[in-house]
């Protein structure tokens, strides 16, 4: 067949051509009017088709989320060492969720959790930078960074 075009032919003759060639009759468009087939070695299309999948596959890059969790009344050190960890995995080129936590009459002082968390995208400015801006859910504040494009 070489890749030749045939026309249209019997159901009976398609197949006696593909066996003829020691080939597979493979039905491409069952819908169209008449149906369209090819002559190929569906053994081979499969492998081909798993091999390029493959590739994609290969190139592909999965995005990894790590979280922190912060408090509203954190202590210095406690928010260098948290910042210290996310710059870390920032570095790594992982998405970082910052989550801020409000508990019982903590609720009230919703202003000091989102300068807590705009404190920690500051310190963490040199590595990635927030998808949006920081927004409560609920009784979190939450916030991704992405890695900062180098």
């Not at 009459?105 to 404190?119: C, L």
């Amino acid at each position: 067949m070489n890749g030749n075009m045939v026309g249209i032919v019997e159901f009976k003759n398609a197949i006696t051509m593909a066996e003829n060639e020691g080939l597979d009759l493979v039905e491409i468009s069952p819908n169209a009017n008449p149906p369209v087939c090819k002559i190929i070695d569906y053994g081979k299309h499969l492998f081909e088709q798993a091999k390029k999948k493959k590739e994609a596959n290969k190139h592909q890059k999965t995005m990894v989320i790590k979280e922190v969790w912060l408090k509203p009344k954190i202590e210095d050190h406690d928010l260098g060492f948290k910042v210290k960890s996310a710059c870390k995995f920032l570095s790594q080129g992982h998405k970082v969720k910052v989550s801020l936590r409000f508990r019982g009459r903590e609720m009230q002082y919703t202003k000091m959790g989102m300068d807590v968390i705009d404190k920690f995208v500051g310190l963490c400015s040199e590595y990635g930078e927030p998808d949006k801006r920081p927004k409560l859910a609920g009784r979190n504040i939450m916030v991704v960074l992405s890695p900062s494009k180098k």
